[in-house]
């Protein structure tokens, strides 16, 4: 029925391993990491070690899905990451030809100071090189597709997809450094866990799904009410108490119903309603929702 707390959520392939070390062999070719990170999720979907080689790169960090995502609370991270922490940081929807734009200029800035320096050394200058990094299902080769004006990374709204790195051309302003989604080798809490599962960047194979589903379900019950309610015309209890796990799962059981979501016999199909929970909630079909907020 509800979560079940001893069921942890781990996944790294060996392609992650075998990625990090070649990404740590190119580094010295770089000058730029892009990060790619998901806006509904800023913490959980930012890789340690894309933090660590930042150190010695210049770094955009770029906040994708943000057509998705809480636009307030959108706000309040592009604030504490560009204000407090002094990472230069824009959200960004990889579909909008107009946040392209936006990219391309912020990129083009960020490549002045190297043209200068080769024009000062009486050099031929050449393309920036642009290391795009991030966890699964972030969006990189969306990105890299935009910016090659081509499919030159496969695309699929599952996780794993690109398994190796290589270096693109574009133009002959840059050329980017495609690499594999990359999760830590230990996820650092299941809290993270949770969140990255529920945006679909850990394969829901893998997934106890119905207790990712309900734990999804009372979160947005807590902060989405509204929007909860008005998806699965529901009649929700504002003031019930967040350990009253009997309650959580009647609404829950009654959003399936109301779904459709019903075997022979009147029996609720819980997986049946998971999958279509965690899809709606990927799609923005029940609205634009951010897990996580700004302390």
């Known amino acids: 029925m509800a979560e079940n707390n001893d069921r942890h959520i781990q996944w790294y392939p060996g392609h992650m391993a075998r990625s990090t070390r070649e990404i740590k062999e190119q580094l010295g070719r770089v000058d730029l990491l892009v990060e790619v990170a998901d806006a509904r999720i800023p913490l959980s979907s930012r890789n340690p070690l894309l933090t660590d080689l930042s150190q010695k790169k210049e770094h955009l960090l770029i906040l994708s899905h943000a057509d998705l995502a809480d636009p307030a609370i959108s706000n309040s991270w592009l604030d504490h990451f560009n204000n407090k922490e002094g990472i230069r940081t824009m959200a960004l929807c990889l579909a909008s030809a107009s946040d392209l734009g936006r990219l391309r200029k912020e990129l083009k800035k960020i490549q002045q100071p190297y043209l200068e320096q080769a024009r000062s050394r009486g050099l031929q200058a050449r393309a920036l090189r642009i290391l795009v990094g991030g966890v699964p299902n972030t969006g990189k080769s969306t990105l890299i597709n935009a910016m090659t004006g081509k499919r030159s990374a496969p695309v ?24 594999p989604g ?111 907020r700004p302390e």
């Open 182 to 292: 990359l999760l830590e080798p230990k996820i650092s809490s299941q809290d993270a866990a949770f969140a990255l599962a529920a945006t679909g960047a850990i394969k829901d194979e893998i997934l106890p799904l119905e207790d990712l589903a309900f734990r999804l379900f009372k979160q947005l019950h807590q902060e989405y009410s509204v929007e909860l309610s008005q998806r699965y015309d529901l009649d929700l209890d504002l003031e019930a108490d967040t350990f009253d796990v009997e309650y959580f799962y009647d609404k829950y059981i009654e959003a399936a119903r109301h779904k459709g979501c019903v075997l022979s016999g009147g029996r609720i199909d819980t997986e049946r309603f998971a999958r279509m929970l965690l899809s709606d909630f990927r799609s923005g079909k029940i609205g634009r929702i951010s897990l996580e």
């Open 156 to 179: 699929e709204s599952r996780p794993g997809v690109t398994r190796s790195i290589r270096w693109l051309r574009v133009g002959t302003d840059f050329e980017l450094l495609d690499s």
